[in-house]
């Protein structure tokens, strides 16, 4: 079955410290996106990508990086974690025809 | 930048009750979905409904391009159906999805 597999399901992370958070899909979809959800703000975009190693910048990118080395793997990476970061990231891929979105289960991050 | 709000807030329900939840954007919406969020849990997709009308079981969504509005109806609510609806639009400018802040309903028996 065709799915969005994020790795780990939960982290704690000390302030100042590198995390990296993995997304792997088996839908052979050509985009995936990162997403971050916080109470009342809803699921707001930080990165996505459309190729393999190309990555474009969404709407909240600053203190993030994103790596997509194939079309399977896409990567966010916090090089200095800050409390602000603490927030569920989700991971999705689309088949880039707009109608067929499917997400992970989401990585609960705990910046201390 | 686009912009999608979602009311109510939150509703609270009795089972066998209907549900309608509404969706409004700033800007065209080439796509728009709706979402469920199960608390906790992660995204699953309800329905894909750029214009029209649409069903799929109990539930049925109908979007008015026109007016940027789109309003998804539950019937017969259920207590299993309690958790969090997200409504989202891609715009003419790419094809990533913008989010509401979502519904959250209760569903009590």
């Known amino acids: 079955e065709a799915a969005v597999t994020q790795s780990p399901r939960s982290k704690v992370a000390v302030t100042g410290g590198k995390v990296t958070l993995s997304c792997h899909q088996t839908n052979n979809h050509d985009y995936m996106y990162w997403y971050r959800q916080d109470t009342g703000h809803g699921l707001r975009l930080i990165h996505y990508?459309?190729?393999?190693?190309?990555?474009e910048k969404g709407d909240i990118p600053d203190g993030y990086k994103a790596s997509r080395p194939s079309q399977e793997n896409f990567s966010l990476i916090l090089e200095l974690a800050s409390l602000s970061q603490t927030a569920v990231y989700f991971c999705?891929?689309?088949?880039?025809?707009?109608?067929?979105?499917?997400f992970g289960s989401g990585t609960r991050l705990l910046v201390i | 930048g686009q912009q999608v709000q979602q009311s109510p807030a939150s509703l609270v329900l009795q089972e066998g009750e209907n549900a309608e939840l509404q969706c409004n954007f700033s800007?065209?919406?080439?796509?728009l979905q709706w979402f469920y969020q199960s608390p906790g849990g992660s995204l699953v997709s309800l329905l894909s409904?750029?214009?029209g009308t649409k069903h799929t079981g109990r539930l049925t969504s109908t979007t008015v391009t026109k007016e940027r509005r789109s309003s998804l109806h539950i019937s017969s609510s259920q207590t299993t159906d309690s958790g969090t609806y997200l409504c989202?639009?891609?715009?003419?400018?790419?094809?990533?999805?913008?989010f509401g802040t979502g519904t959250s309903l209760l569903v009590d028996p």
């Open positions: 999705a891929s689309s088949d880039g025809q707009n109608s067929d979105y499917t």
């Open positions: 409904n750029p214009s």
């Open positions: 990508s459309y190729v393999a190693d190309s990555t």
């Open positions: 800007s065209t919406a080439t796509q």
């Open positions: 989202a639009i891609v715009g003419n400018m790419g094809y990533k999805l913008t």
